[in-house]
């Protein structure tokens, strides 16, 4: 048993040793095919509380000689997003709250077996055949399917209307919902974000082609108005935990960036763009998806840096934004016309509309070939968007 040391009371420490004690009694006495695991499931960010919980899901699947057929246990705190959590329940055992995570910290000092932990922490974006060979874990009841459908009716969309949902990552989520301890608070990750605006047009133009187009988001910084009858500013006028996980999973295809509803579009392998991409250590899981990243300028000479470059300094996998304000780099979001290409594109696939050209084969290789030979992004299954290489085929050199 490993040494503890509990905090608090005599009547807090009593507590746990009598809660603790019989646990570690079947841990150490049941026969290895029936042991007991544990996990912690990271419910407090959208993006970690469904894409890790179903990489481990999809993992588990794929590779079911792995895993022991004892009893799978998990932990966590308030749930960022109830609905999603609620279909996590119907797969796996979750004991939830503040008494549960104080449970799992106590096991953790009084459980150090490995085996018997279950890490959670792993996204797996780059294990590309689990993310590509597996259906989603999570499904909907009946129940919830006419909920949907309720909520499209609401909303002003015909039933069986084909929609697309889209979604800009800026500030105003993580600032609002869960405050951050660092100094700086989540400023360090102002280089993911991007401006609403930039995806309107691909909005309009999905509208005036017949398809319904869903601003999506939790909290956002500014509204949309109403440009169009059939785009709808769902984020600020129909918004619930629900509506993000149904609509996403329900989506002709989803429009983004690097923000936790991308991973939700993955888990259900809806389609999607992902623009405004970066680090560019990055790529989307999916062979059906897309993807455009950002550019990165030298604010010293003002010329935008070669793909090459990047990876050579090893920018490709800053993920902090004083890194690049240290270094004297802009990241550049992609533009209007850009993310408007490419989800043109990406619908366009999706109807089975579009040609590869020998060409676009060649660009796409030469954007791999630019990293190591050992580093996964050289097999990535998605694309980048053909428009946004095209034009800026001279950043491959």
């Known amino acids: 048993m490993a040494a503890c040391s509990f905090k608090g009371g005599r009547a807090q420490r009593a507590l746990e040793f009598l809660l603790i004690w019989p646990v570690w009694l079947l ?125 499209l009716a609401e909303m002003g969309v015909p039933d069986g209307a084909p929609f697309v949902c889209f979604h800009a990552r800026d500030r105003a989520y993580l600032d609002a919902a869960l405050p951050s301890g660092r100094i700086g608070g989540w400023r360090y990750h102002d280089f993911r974000d991007c401006t609403i605006e930039n995806y309107i047009p691909a909005a309009l133009w999905a509208a005036e082609s017949g398809v319904w187009a869903l601003r999506m988001g939790s909290m956002v910084e500014t509204e949309i108005g109403a440009i169009h009858p059939r785009v709808i500013d769902y984020a600020t006028r129909h918004r619930s935990d629900f509506g993000d996980i149904y609509l996403v999973a329900h989506c002709k295809c989803f429009i983004g960036n690097t923000a936790g509803l991308l991973n939700l579009a993955a888990v259900f392998n809806v389609p999607y763009l992902l623009a405004n991409q970066t680090p560019l250590a990055i790529a989307a899981a999916h062979r059906h998806s897309l993807f455009i990243p950002k550019l990165y300028r030298d604010m010293r000479g003002g ?22 304000n240290r270094a004297g780099i802009e990241v550049i979001e992609n533009g209007p016309d850009e993310i408007l290409d490419a989800s043109v594109e990406l619908i366009s696939r999706v109807d089975g509309a579009w040609a590869d050209r020998a060409e676009d084969e060649l660009l796409q290789e030469k954007y791999r070939r630019l990293f190591p030979e050992t580093h996964p992004i050289r097999r990535h299954p998605s694309r980048v968007a053909t428009a946004f290489l095209l034009k800026y085929r001279h950043l491959l050199d």
């Open 27 to 151: 841990v150490h006495l049941l026969p290895k095919q029936n042991l007991i695991r544990f996990g912690r499931i990271n419910s407090e960010r959208f993006g970690h509380l469904i894409a890790n919980t179903e990489y481990f899901l999809r993992k588990k699947r794929s590779q079911p000689e792995s895993h022991s057929a004892g009893v799978e246990i998990f932990f966590c705190g308030s749930a960022t997003n109830r609905q999603v959590l609620r279909m996590i329940k119907r797969r796996i055992r979750v004991f939830q709250g503040r008494i549960a995570l104080r449970i799992y910290h106590a096991l953790r000092s009084w459980l150090s077996e490995d085996d018997i932990w279950i890490d959670l922490k792993p996204s797996g974006w780059q294990d590309w055949s689990v993310w590509n060979t597996q259906h989603p874990s999570l499904t909907f009841t009946p129940a919830e399917h006419r909920r949907g459908r309720a909520l």
């Open 303 to 324: 010329r935008i840096l070669r793909f090459g470059e990047v990876i050579a300094c090893g920018m490709h996998q800053w993920t902090d934004s004083d890194s690049y």
